[in-house]
């Protein structure tokens, strides 16, 4: 039997409990379904600590008929950290926010994961203080899923938390998004590239070709060279590396091609009655592709190199969004993520040793 428990930051977000609450309903509603399915396989026990302003939380169980649910546990929280508040001042003043004490949970051992929607930035200075970086890592990332043509998707990082990044860090980046994808994906060799302006040898900054030379050199991740900008979503990859400015310019740019695309698509079929008709055939294949590009599918960013699992969640997500990121620390819990990473990078340390 596994048993896996998830602290939930319900503070965060733009909705708070309004929002995760049903989400929480959802995938509880999910774990009993597949087990009255699967009565002869072993049962996983899924609960849930809830941190949040104690009014908030208890309307919110009452009207989705979750109060006293014995798979949630509640913990009240005050001074809650807001999506407005400087990481540092989060980090000193807010020290009984629902997102501190989600992540103290998973400190002491009481959690297996940590999932917020709250502020990135006290997100990550409050992460790094609580639960400390593994051994070899000087900085968190911030690693997600992006679609891809096939074979699956695609783990880009950093997203943002490290704008500037140098030949350590990025090779940190490389060895943890290799096993990341090990572990969600039980890809064997999965193949890792490193943004650039080209995927020739002679391309990009002196930093890239320095960092493309030593990931050569590393036996723990299978390294295919530089990827161009237009084969992310191609799927010859799956793990891209690059640093949290680009990474972040990137996804952002993916989100809005996505709703463009969406909308120019719905603007065509409005434009009189035969398109109309025409849009009204083909809204299945419309509603599956829409579903194919759709960003909420793919919510749940992990800020890899903890000591524990921190999955933020978007400040915007809706209800079946935030389910994808329970999900995501579910995954990751089993798949004792942060365990994994020490050793590669142990193997990492040890090959380098011996190549000096």
């Not at 989600?102 to 999932?115: I, M, P, Q, S, Y």
Request: glycine share 8%; aromatic share 6%; net charge positive.
């Amino acid at each position: 039997m596994t048993n896996v428990t998830i602290a939930i930051d319900c503070m965060g977000g733009d909705f708070g409990p309004s929002v995760i609450i049903p989400a929480i309903k959802k995938v509880l509603l999910s774990r009993q379904i597949k087990a009255s399915s699967h009565q002869s396989t072993p049962k996983e026990t899924l609960k849930f600590l809830l941190f949040g302003e104690q009014q908030a939380l208890n309307k919110s169980l009452q009207q989705y008929k979750l109060y006293e649910h014995s798979n949630l546990e509640l913990i009240f929280s005050k001074d809650d950290v807001l999506m407005t508040d400087k990481p540092s001042l989060a980090l000193k003043n807010k020290k009984h926010s629902s997102m501190r004490l989600a992540l103290e949970a998973v400190r002491d051992g009481r959690a297996n994961a940590c999932v917020s929607a709250g502020n990135t930035g006290a997100l990550m200075a409050i992460s790094r203080f609580i639960l400390k970086m593994l051994p070899g890592i000087d900085r968190p990332a911030i690693i997600s899923a992006l679609p891809t043509i096939e074979n699956g998707p695609v783990y880009l990082l950093d997203l943002g938390a490290n704008v500037e990044c140098d030949e350590d860090r990025l090779t940190q980046f490389a060895i943890m998004g290799s096993e990341l994808c090990k572990s969600i994906d039980g890809i064997t060799s999965p193949k890792v590239g490193l943004l650039n302006v080209g995927e020739e040898e002679f391309k990009g900054s002196e930093l890239l070709r320095r960092v493309s030379q030593r990931f050569e050199q590393l036996d723990v991740i299978n390294y295919c060279g530089f990827v161009e900008a237009n084969q992310i979503f191609s799927g010859n990859h799956q793990v891209i590396v690059t640093d949290g400015f680009t990474g972040n310019s990137v996804l952002k740019a993916s989100e809005g091609l996505s709703h463009f695309l969406l909308f120019k698509i719905k603007q065509v079929f409005q434009k009189n009655i035969w398109t109309r008709f025409i849009g009204l055939l083909a809204k299945p294949v419309l509603n599956l592709f829409k579903d194919e590009i759709n960003p909420e599918r793919y919510n749940g960013a992990c800020l890899i190199g903890l000591r524990g699992i921190v999955i933020k969640s978007h400040g915007s997500a809706n209800i079946d969004a935030t389910v994808c990121a329970i999900e995501e620390a579910v995954l990751q819990s089993k798949q004792k993520l942060p365990s994994r990473i020490t050793q590669s990078l142990q193997l990492a340390s040890n090959n380098q040793s011996k190549q000096k």
